[in-house]
């Protein structure tokens, strides 16, 4: 893991271990339009535009870097029927999203799996679409 | 292959890029436009759009969320937390508004 990957466990860590409580869900859907436990600046719209973009649907394969809780994975899987797997190096915002996905009765559809961009553990051409929000920078 | 990032504006003194650096999410440190970065790679059709006002807008919501909360989220967060927090989003509204940084969704496909 590098210094950059160590910093981003220690900055998320803590953050993804509390749930939202029901305000930091409020707040959520007021500043983004959703309550998926992000804290960034992906907003619904803009989610459902990432949906349209990579034309994903029932079947598709999606793989979203820097999933944090699954925000916009999970809900791109929920929205538009598509398989998702979330990869992250903070395994505690994944914790979350496999939570809140067997919830959403994505458990068939949707995967979490903890692991660097840098040295993501599939053979090439596993997937149909790649997201990722305001991880590179 | 889509993805929303935040980036120095285009044609920034150095000074300026050091205040992207400072003021944006951590690592905001790119060189190189995505753009070319991505041809580099060998991504083809490659398209950019400016999201940058909904990048404001969304970041002075955060504030006016959290200010409006406040009591709450230090009972939850802690003080210093709140304060350090809504710090950084005001320096990095300023920039904004400032033409520093950017944020832009890419698309891109492999051949």
């Known amino acids: 893991m590098t210094r950059c990957e160590r910093e981003t466990v220690t900055h998320f860590a803590e953050q993804y271990r509390a749930a939202p409580d029901e305000v930091s869900r409020r707040i959520e859907r007021a500043v983004i339009g959703g ?16 949906g349209r973009e990579l034309a994903l649907q029932p079947g ?53 799996v903890a692991g660097s961009a840098r040295a993501l553990p599939f053979a090439p051409a596993t997937f149909d679409a790649i997201v990722h929000t305001d991880v590179l920078c | 292959m889509a993805f929303f990032t935040i980036h120095p504006a285009a044609g920034l003194t150095r000074a300026q890029r050091r205040r992207a650096s400072r003021d944006g999410p951590v690592a905001v440190a790119t060189a190189r436009p995505y753009r070319e ?36 989220l230090v009972a939850l967060l802690g003080k210093q937390a709140i304060e350090e927090r809504q710090a950084e989003r005001r320096a990095q509204l300023r920039a904004i508004e400032d033409s520093i940084l950017s944020r832009s969704l890419f698309t891109a496909c492999r051949p």
Do not use: M
Not at chain 1, 35 to 50: E, I, P, V
Not at chain 1, 63 to 89: F, I, S
Not at chain 2, 58 to 67: N, P
């Open chain 1, 60 to 112: 598709a394969r999606l793989l979203d870097v820097g999933a944090g809780r699954g925000w916009p994975g999970l809900y791109l899987a929920k929205a538009t029927g598509c398989q998702a797997v979330l990869a992250d190096v903070p395994v505690e915002g994944l914790l979350a999203a496999a939570a809140r996905g067997q919830r959403e009765n994505l458990a068939a559809r949707a995967a979490a």
């Open chain 2, 37 to 72: 970065l991505l041809s580099a790679a060998g991504f083809q059709q490659v398209t950019e759009t400016d999201c940058t006002a909904e990048f404001a807008a969304v970041t002075g919501a955060w504030i006016h969320q959290w200010e409006a909360n406040h009591q709450h």
């Open chain 1, 35 to 50: 309550d998926w436990g992000a804290n960034g600046y992906t907003t619904l719209a803009q989610a459902r535009l990432l």
